[in-house]
Protein backbone atom coordinates (compact mmCIF):
# COMPACT_ATOMS: atom_id res chain seq x y z
CA UNK A 1 0.00 0.00 0.00
CA UNK A 2 0.84 3.57 -0.26
CA UNK A 3 3.67 5.16 2.03
CA UNK A 4 3.42 8.59 4.22
CA UNK A 5 6.16 9.88 5.42
CA UNK A 6 6.61 12.93 7.66
CA UNK A 7 9.94 14.51 8.49
CA UNK A 8 10.90 15.64 10.73
CA UNK A 9 9.16 13.69 13.36
CA UNK A 10 9.65 16.57 16.22
CA UNK A 11 10.41 19.79 15.85
CA UNK A 12 10.89 22.63 18.41
CA UNK A 13 11.10 26.17 17.68
CA UNK A 14 11.19 29.80 19.35
CA UNK A 15 8.17 31.85 19.43
CA UNK A 16 8.20 33.94 16.21
CA UNK A 17 10.12 31.61 14.49
CA UNK A 18 9.22 29.75 10.90
CA UNK A 19 8.37 26.16 10.16
CA UNK A 20 8.61 23.93 7.43
CA UNK A 21 6.87 20.63 7.39
CA UNK A 22 7.33 17.48 4.90
CA UNK A 23 5.03 14.88 3.78
CA UNK A 24 6.79 12.53 1.23
CA UNK A 25 3.92 10.02 -0.22
CA UNK A 26 5.15 6.85 -2.51
CA UNK A 27 2.42 7.03 -5.00
CA UNK A 28 -0.19 8.87 -6.86
CA UNK A 29 -3.01 10.60 -4.48
CA UNK A 30 -6.12 12.26 -5.65
CA UNK A 31 -7.11 13.60 -1.58
CA UNK A 32 -4.35 15.23 0.67
CA UNK A 33 -4.91 16.92 3.68
CA UNK A 34 -2.97 18.25 6.71
CA UNK A 35 -4.57 18.45 9.95
CA UNK A 36 -3.19 20.07 13.46
CA UNK A 37 -4.40 17.29 16.46
CA UNK A 38 -4.85 19.59 19.55
CA UNK A 39 -4.19 18.47 23.06
CA UNK A 40 -7.68 17.26 23.78
CA UNK A 41 -7.30 14.94 20.41
CA UNK A 42 -9.46 16.67 17.77
CA UNK A 43 -8.41 16.77 14.30
CA UNK A 44 -8.88 20.31 13.02
CA UNK A 45 -8.49 20.62 9.35
CA UNK A 46 -5.43 23.02 8.20
CA UNK A 47 -5.89 22.32 4.21
CA UNK A 48 -7.08 20.16 1.90
CA UNK A 49 -4.29 20.12 -1.39
CA UNK A 50 -4.02 17.29 -3.16
CA UNK A 51 -2.32 19.70 -5.42
CA UNK A 52 -1.35 23.03 -5.70
CA UNK A 53 -0.70 26.23 -3.24
CA UNK A 54 -3.20 27.47 -0.73
CA UNK A 55 -2.66 29.87 2.03
CA UNK A 56 -4.87 30.88 5.31
CA UNK A 57 -3.25 33.47 7.33
CA UNK A 58 0.16 31.88 8.59
CA UNK A 59 -0.43 28.48 7.41
CA UNK A 60 0.67 27.61 3.45
CA UNK A 61 1.41 24.44 2.12
CA UNK A 62 2.34 23.52 -1.27
CA UNK A 63 1.65 20.18 -2.67
CA UNK A 64 3.86 18.55 -5.77
CA UNK A 65 1.68 15.70 -6.92
CA UNK A 66 4.16 14.52 -9.98
CA UNK A 67 7.27 14.23 -7.23
CA UNK A 68 5.15 13.03 -4.51
CA UNK A 69 5.07 15.21 -1.52
CA UNK A 70 3.80 18.48 0.22
CA UNK A 71 4.90 21.01 2.28
CA UNK A 72 3.39 22.90 4.99
CA UNK A 73 4.28 26.53 6.48
CA UNK A 74 4.09 27.89 9.72
CA UNK A 75 5.06 31.81 9.77
CA UNK A 76 5.89 33.74 13.03
CA UNK A 77 4.32 30.77 15.48
CA UNK A 78 2.77 31.04 18.37
CA UNK A 79 2.63 28.67 21.01
CA UNK A 80 -0.78 27.97 20.01
CA UNK A 81 0.53 26.08 17.02
CA UNK A 82 2.05 23.19 19.41
CA UNK A 83 0.70 20.14 19.28
CA UNK A 84 0.89 17.23 16.24
CA UNK A 85 0.88 17.76 12.73
CA UNK A 86 -0.45 15.18 9.97
CA UNK A 87 -0.50 14.91 6.77
CA UNK A 88 -3.28 12.29 5.28
CA UNK A 89 -3.49 10.89 2.17
CA UNK A 90 -5.99 8.71 0.01
CA UNK A 91 -5.53 7.06 -3.43
CA UNK A 92 -8.79 5.43 -4.65
CA UNK A 93 -11.97 5.85 -4.96
CA UNK A 94 -13.00 2.48 -4.32
CA UNK A 95 -11.31 2.46 -0.58
CA UNK A 96 -12.43 5.77 0.37
CA UNK A 97 -10.10 6.15 3.73
CA UNK A 98 -7.03 8.41 4.15
CA UNK A 99 -3.81 7.30 5.09
CA UNK A 100 -1.99 9.02 7.82
CA UNK A 101 1.94 9.96 8.38
CA UNK A 102 3.17 9.24 11.84
CA UNK A 103 2.53 13.20 12.25
CA UNK A 104 5.47 16.44 13.53
CA UNK A 105 5.37 17.19 17.16
CA UNK A 106 5.42 20.80 17.13
CA UNK A 107 6.54 22.88 20.20
CA UNK A 108 6.68 26.31 20.13
CA UNK A 109 8.33 28.27 23.01
CA UNK A 110 7.53 31.74 24.65
CA UNK B 1 -23.32 24.75 10.70
CA UNK B 2 -22.59 22.10 13.22
CA UNK B 3 -19.81 19.96 12.98
CA UNK B 4 -19.24 16.12 13.34
CA UNK B 5 -20.31 15.10 16.85
CA UNK B 6 -19.31 11.75 18.54
CA UNK B 7 -21.22 10.25 21.63
CA UNK B 8 -19.94 9.45 24.41
CA UNK B 9 -16.34 11.60 24.86
CA UNK B 10 -15.46 9.06 27.28
CA UNK B 11 -16.12 5.34 27.79
CA UNK B 12 -14.52 2.73 30.42
CA UNK B 13 -15.62 -0.65 30.10
CA UNK B 14 -14.50 -4.26 31.06
CA UNK B 15 -12.05 -6.83 28.95
CA UNK B 16 -15.08 -8.78 27.13
CA UNK B 17 -17.53 -6.56 27.16
CA UNK B 18 -19.33 -4.79 24.30
CA UNK B 19 -18.85 -0.99 23.52
CA UNK B 20 -21.30 1.17 21.42
CA UNK B 21 -19.99 4.50 19.91
CA UNK B 22 -21.85 6.66 18.38
CA UNK B 23 -21.08 9.42 15.59
CA UNK B 24 -23.49 12.23 13.35
CA UNK B 25 -22.10 13.77 10.48
CA UNK B 26 -21.71 17.03 8.77
CA UNK B 27 -25.76 18.01 7.68
CA UNK B 28 -25.56 16.72 3.93
CA UNK B 29 -23.02 14.27 4.27
CA UNK B 30 -23.30 10.91 3.31
CA UNK B 31 -19.71 9.31 4.05
CA UNK B 32 -18.82 8.01 7.80
CA UNK B 33 -15.56 6.82 8.50
CA UNK B 34 -14.12 5.77 11.57
CA UNK B 35 -10.62 5.61 12.22
CA UNK B 36 -8.59 4.24 15.82
CA UNK B 37 -5.82 5.68 17.55
CA UNK B 38 -4.09 3.77 19.64
CA UNK B 39 -0.67 4.64 21.78
CA UNK B 40 2.26 4.21 19.74
CA UNK B 41 0.09 2.98 16.73
CA UNK B 42 -0.73 6.26 14.47
CA UNK B 43 -4.29 6.77 13.01
CA UNK B 44 -5.76 3.30 11.62
CA UNK B 45 -8.79 3.35 9.28
CA UNK B 46 -11.48 1.12 10.09
CA UNK B 47 -14.72 1.47 8.75
CA UNK B 48 -16.44 3.80 5.88
CA UNK B 49 -20.07 3.72 5.32
CA UNK B 50 -22.04 5.54 2.27
CA UNK B 51 -25.35 5.82 1.87
CA UNK B 52 -26.03 3.25 4.22
CA UNK B 53 -23.53 0.47 2.94
CA UNK B 54 -20.57 -0.27 4.18
CA UNK B 55 -17.81 0.07 1.32
CA UNK B 56 -14.15 -0.44 2.89
CA UNK B 57 -12.61 -1.90 5.94
CA UNK B 58 -9.25 -1.85 7.33
CA UNK B 59 -7.04 -4.46 8.82
CA UNK B 60 -9.32 -5.29 11.93
CA UNK B 61 -11.01 -8.40 13.17
CA UNK B 62 -14.68 -8.76 12.52
CA UNK B 63 -15.50 -8.00 16.33
CA UNK B 64 -15.39 -4.09 15.18
CA UNK B 65 -18.11 -3.58 13.22
CA UNK B 66 -20.83 -0.98 12.75
CA UNK B 67 -23.81 0.68 10.80
CA UNK B 68 -25.07 3.67 8.94
CA UNK B 69 -28.60 4.55 10.17
CA UNK B 70 -30.96 6.10 7.13
CA UNK B 71 -29.86 9.52 8.85
CA UNK B 72 -26.52 8.89 8.25
CA UNK B 73 -25.51 9.24 11.60
CA UNK B 74 -23.25 6.03 12.54
CA UNK B 75 -22.50 3.62 15.40
CA UNK B 76 -19.14 1.61 16.04
CA UNK B 77 -19.45 -1.54 17.89
CA UNK B 78 -16.89 -3.60 19.37
CA UNK B 79 -17.36 -7.00 20.96
CA UNK B 80 -15.33 -8.73 23.20
CA UNK B 81 -13.32 -6.00 24.61
CA UNK B 82 -9.37 -6.48 24.66
CA UNK B 83 -7.06 -4.52 26.36
CA UNK B 84 -5.59 -2.95 23.43
CA UNK B 85 -8.89 -2.14 22.13
CA UNK B 86 -7.80 0.75 24.63
CA UNK B 87 -7.85 4.48 21.91
CA UNK B 88 -9.48 7.58 20.57
CA UNK B 89 -11.82 6.74 18.38
CA UNK B 90 -12.31 9.27 15.65
CA UNK B 91 -14.97 9.32 13.04
CA UNK B 92 -14.71 11.63 10.35
CA UNK B 93 -17.80 12.71 7.16
CA UNK B 94 -17.65 13.62 3.71
CA UNK B 95 -19.97 14.65 1.12
CA UNK B 96 -18.97 11.56 -0.54
CA UNK B 97 -15.85 8.89 -1.14
CA UNK B 98 -12.87 9.69 -1.36
CA UNK B 99 -11.93 12.86 -3.56
CA UNK B 100 -14.04 15.28 -1.00
CA UNK B 101 -12.21 16.69 2.18
CA UNK B 102 -13.04 14.44 5.60
CA UNK B 103 -14.19 16.16 9.05
CA UNK B 104 -13.32 14.85 12.05
CA UNK B 105 -15.06 14.91 15.10
CA UNK B 106 -13.81 15.25 18.76
CA UNK B 107 -13.78 11.39 19.06
CA UNK B 108 -14.41 9.15 21.91
CA UNK B 109 -11.84 8.04 24.66
CA UNK B 110 -12.50 4.15 25.25
CA UNK B 111 -10.61 2.46 28.05
CA UNK B 112 -10.68 -1.04 28.93
CA UNK B 113 -9.81 -2.51 32.24
Known amino acids: GIQVEQSPPDLILQEGANSTLRCNFS?????LQWFHQNPWGQLINLFY???GTKQNGRLSATTVATERYSLLYISSSQTTDSGVYFCAVGRSRSQGNLIFGKGTKLSVKP | EAGVTQSPTHLIKTRGQQATLRCSPI?????VYWYQQALGLGLQFLLWYDEGEERNRGNFPPRFSGRQFPNYSSELNVNALELEDSALYLCASSLGGLGYEQYFGPGTRLTVT
Open chain 1, 27 to 31: DSVNN
Open chain 1, 49 to 51: IPS
Open chain 2, 27 to 31: SGHTS
